[in-house]
């Protein structure tokens, strides 16, 4: 797909716009899943997908931990479907990281839930970026935060989160349900597409591939794993050879560009190819979201 320049800075903005301003018109323009709702994944475990990053939920008789919040009309959608499965309310709330398609459902669900947790940079991130203007009075951040490491005993469950660093922002977080071997990733992984790549808020390419090792080293070949996107509904699940590939894919990324820098390139040059080289399958979930990251690897490369 080629874009031009002024085209380019068109759908950026756009982008941008549905990132820092969620709401139903914007976001739609890069998240044209339908509602798909609840789905089973294994025993007790589950998500649900409508608009935004993937839910992930647990429910057992004694516990209802629920993983990010889409928006207050999804996550309203979210409490409807799911009283099919718990008349329990929500004993934690987990934030993957700040972004508004995560967290701003969080405002409907506060009702619901009994505290929420984020990592800290989270939160400082929700409250530079959403603290002030037309949203503000509609956010709610995480009461407990957590710098590398957290814990709860979930009953028959035991949950660890971990931060690794930097990586999609500042404040990612992964949440391991250790018995049953289930990990939401996040936004760290879009699975078979081209990741939004939040620069303001910290992202680079070099911190998601030591990320993403971080991951790869941790888990196992057995884990099942949750992603915040992916190309289509039925890859929002998958295994750890899905962080491999989306770890060579920043680092094919890196390279790629800092070999055409090195002939003599512009930026402009640069997003006429048509694809990363070793990645032509790569979904684009929003029109211009591979030259987003052509751009984003090369000022990560210029120090810009």
């Known amino acids: 797909m080629r874009t031009d320049r002024r085209k380019f800075v068109k759908q950026s903005s756009f982008l941008l716009a549905a990132v820092l301003y969620p709401g139903k018109t914007i976001y739609s323009m890069f998240n ?20 935004g990053g993937t839910i992930g939920w647990y429910i057992t008789e004694d516990v209802f931990v629920v993983i990010d919040s889409q928006f207050p009309d999804t996550a309203k ?16 709330l987990f934030n993957t990281h700040h972004h508004g398609d995560h967290t701003a459902g969080n405002y409907y669900l506060k009702q619901f ?32 935060t957590f710098k590398d490491e ?13 931060h690794f660093g930097p990586a999609h922002t500042l404040g990612d977080a992964v949440y391991h349900f250790q018995n049953a071997n289930v990990v939401h990733m996040g936004d760290v992984v879009f699975n078979r597409a081209y990741p939004y790549m939040d ?19 941790h ?14 509904d039925d890859l929002i699940t ?13 680092s094919a990324l890196l390279e790629f560009v800092s070999n055409e820098i090195k002939s003599g390139k512009s930026l402009e ?29 090369y000022e990560e490369l210029n120090n810009s």
């Open 199 to 217: 620069r303001p808020a910290g992202a680079t390419a070099e911190g998601s591939i030591k990320y993403l090792e971080s991951c790869i080293d």
């Open 32 to 51: 044209p899943f339908a509602h798909s709702g609840l789905k089973d994944i294994s025993q007790n475990f589950g998500v649900y997908t409508e608009k």
């Open 113 to 144: 839930a009994g505290k929420i947790v984020a990592q800290e940079n989270c939160v400082t991130l929700q409250k530079k970026f959403y603290g002030e203007g037309e949203n503000k009075d509609k956010q709610v951040y995480a009461g407990t």
């Open 238 to 250: 998958g295994n750890i050879d899905d962080l491999k590939l989306m770890r060579d894919y920043f």
């Open 269 to 297: 040059e640069i997003q006429k190819n048509e694809s990363v080289p070793g990645f032509e399958n790569l979904t684009e979930r929003w029109k211009g979201a591979k030259n987003m990251n052509l751009k984003a690897a």
């Open 77 to 92: 959608h979210f409490i409807d479907e799911i009283k099919n499965k718990t008349n329990r309310k929500i004993d934690i």
């Open 219 to 232: 888990f196992d070949k057995d884990t099942k794993f949750i992603y915040g996107h992916a190309a289509n």
């Open 150 to 162: 957290w814990e709860t005993d979930l009953g028959t469950e035991k949950l660890k989160a971990y």
